[in-house]
């Protein structure tokens, strides 16, 4: 039996190699650049008018006459003389011979003249070209995490494609006779299965879109064979149940004959213990214990920092706060434990019912309290580590 | 021209109507409850073992016979004599004859043959029908956003669809003579589309799957038609750009002609302030400014909102949160201003390149610095409101 600390130690060696995908702009929200992005266009890619209004040569002329309209879009690049005028938008084209935009709200304008009322300094109201940013300039740093401004930024420039980490594909393997699929009156003996639905939901608001169900029986044979199937054609698999000590359970020894290499078996935490962690060439296995919520627990310390790391995200583990105690907590175990809380602003309290195997409470925490196996009681007051469950 | 608090005072009547639709429970992650949900079952459903062991009935016997096996799933109800055993396993159906399950680890087996080693006390390691829900109790109640747990108790509930808050269908509507499509050179006068991309990925962070995009040029007509026919077929409609003051500007006058109610139109802010509500029957009209960081900061401060109460969340405004400014700041203008920023632990600093057509900085901001209109200046260590963007 190892710590928390040491099981979490082992995972952080892991992945041995990150992957890189490809993948349309437009579908790349919340994934992380695996390449810096370069610039393919000046941004602004020609000089702009940033006011609705007047483009001019820069003079201490009074009156100039409009010739021309250049509008947004518009290609034309108007000739001018020093006293005439191009009336200009917002985002137009501004003609090589002007150097300044007169804001309209400066003039007055009678048929094809303007009196200019108040005249900028020179070069005013002009983005110049590539002001923002030059052709071949970074755009984005590798391992940025691509949201809706970053998105917007790199679609302004032309790009269209990205290459960003890829993200898992996973398999959960559910075990246990017991289980029953909803849909159907529960038979004598039997539960619903939840276990997958629950891991799969956790999944996707971590962005792992690719997610595949197995479902096996309680047979040796039959859960080895899925195995195999699940390790060659995934980057993570999670087995649900059937890894405590019973008579029944054949995960241990289907991985085992699987090759996949077993990194630790067995934390000194509650709930959870019984977590099996392993390896083979780069698919990563996490046999999860059956009980819904010590399952889940699992999964948000130690699966969903390595699949955010996998992903490319730095900040792979959920954030800790630390806040106080409303409740006391007798830890007599000499275990790590997670109970699950609710944090409101800078107060924290247990709430009933931690049993592993009732998940409503769960729905209704958004921290976990973590408190370490050296700390045999936790007081009112006392400042606790939170791990907050809204990602 | 209104103010900020004005602006969100009149989009916080709405809506005026809630709509609810069924969905699968695997597909109902991040939705929030329209009604309560009763659970349709005992939970657990018969008397469970809470551990590997022997089922008994009570007694001082020190010494009993074990006369059946019952595994998780297995669904026959043993007949037990007083000093005769079950070997039963966590989560198997405890035999109604018996009363109590002592550990695994605390009797010593050999062959039929247990000898108990420390006898637990009465009704011990078993988990009582209904302990966690009983058939017809609340199970959880409307208002509850489903995350993974609550999904997860749902399904061990053997519930298998759930009445949640419509998330709104939402249509965007792109104007602008001067946009191209990306995938080809930029023609001269043009830029690249991205409002569209930018709009469509915070949409889908915020949980929006129905997402039209309808480009139209400045034009009057098109630009009417295009509206009328957004404005049947959804929630919400967002223009994004044709609402300054331009003189090839139509939106405005294509959305009266359409009948709808313009309920505000420009904010006393920065940047943003062409920003323009309505509403017709049902359908929510935002007419954003086209420069793409307006539009964006437009949309987070108001049209989000909105989306978040359609969708029924009681949370429905970005988080906000006070931290010390490194940066001075200077508002002679009597405007709101939202400053694109970077926030870590209690400091936050203005990033460069403020100007409304830059979307590089919002890329890298982590918050908005919102300055209300009587601040004219900030100083740096000055306390500033801060909006956080990560949702």
Redesign the interface.
């Given at each position: 039996m190892i710590s928390v600390q040491q099981a979490l130690d082992i995972i952080d060696r892991f992945p041995n190699r990150f992957s890189s995908v490809e993948v349309k702009?437009?579908d790349a929200?919340?994934l992380v650049l695996f390449e810096d992005v370069f610039s393919p266009?000046n941004?602004?890619?020609?000089r702009?008018s940033?006011m609705?209004g007047y483009a001019i040569q820069y003079s201490e002329a009074e009156k100039f006459t409009v010739i021309e309209e250049s509008?947004?879009?518009?290609?034309t690049?108007y000739t001018l003389k020093p006293t005439e005028a191009v009336r200009i938008?917002?985002?137009?084209?501004v003609p090589d011979h002007a150097d300044t935009v007169i804001m309209?709200e400066h003039v007055e304008r009678e048929d094809q003249f303007i009196q200019i009322q108040k005249m900028p300094s020179k070069f005013a109201n002009i983005?110049k070209t590539g002001e923002?940013?030059k052709t071949g300039e970074l755009?984005?740093k590798k391992g940025?995490k691509l949201?809706?401004?970053?998105?917007?930024?790199l679609?302004?420039?032309?790009?269209?494609t990205v290459s960003v980490y890829k993200t898992p594909s996973v398999a959960i393997l559910v075990t246990?006779?017991?289980?029953q699929q909803?849909?159907t009156d529960?038979?004598?003996?039997?539960?619903?299965?939840?276990?997958s639905?629950?891991?799969?939901?956790?999944l996707?608001?971590s962005g792992i879109k690719d997610i595949k169900i197995i479902a096996v029986k309680?047979d040796y044979d039959a859960t080895k064979i899925c195995v195999k199937k699940a390790l060659q054609a995934n980057d993570i698999l999670l087995v649900s149940g059937g890894i405590?000590?019973?008579?029944?359970d054949f995960v241990k020894e289907a991985l085992l004959e699987n090759d996949v290499e077993e990194l630790f078996y067995k934390i000194n935490q509650k709930p959870g213990k019984p977590l099996w962690f392993g390896k083979k060439e780069n698919t990563y296995v996490f046999a999860l214990p059956?009980n819904?919520?010590s399952a889940?627990t699992c999964f948000y310390i130690y699966t969903l920092p390595l699949l955010r790391k996998m992903c490319g995200f730095k900040n792979n583990h959920l954030q800790k706060v630390i806040a106080k105690s409303k409740s006391v907590i007798k830890n007599p175990s000499q275990k790590t434990l997670f109970l699950k809380a609710y944090l409101e602003s800078e107060f924290v309290e247990i709430l009933q019912?931690q049993?592993s195997?009732?998940?409503?409470t769960?729905?209704m925490?958004n921290v976990l309290i973590c408190v370490d196996s050296e700390t045999a009681e936790v007081n009112i007051g006392d400042e606790v580590t939170c791990i907050k469950?809204?990602v």
């Open positions: 702009l437009q929200l919340n266009i941004m602004p890619p020609f702009q940033a609705d509008k947004a879009g518009d290609s690049n938008f917002t985002g137009a084209l309209q983005r923002q940013i755009a984005l940025t949201n809706e401004a970053a998105i917007g930024f679609a302004c420039l032309g790009v269209t246990g006779n017991e289980l909803p849909g529960l038979e004598i003996g039997k539960i619903y299965e939840s276990n639905v629950m891991l799969k939901a956790a996707q608001k309680d405590s000590v019973g008579d029944y059956g819904p919520a889940l019912g049993s195997a009732m998940l409503y769960y729905a925490s469950l809204d």
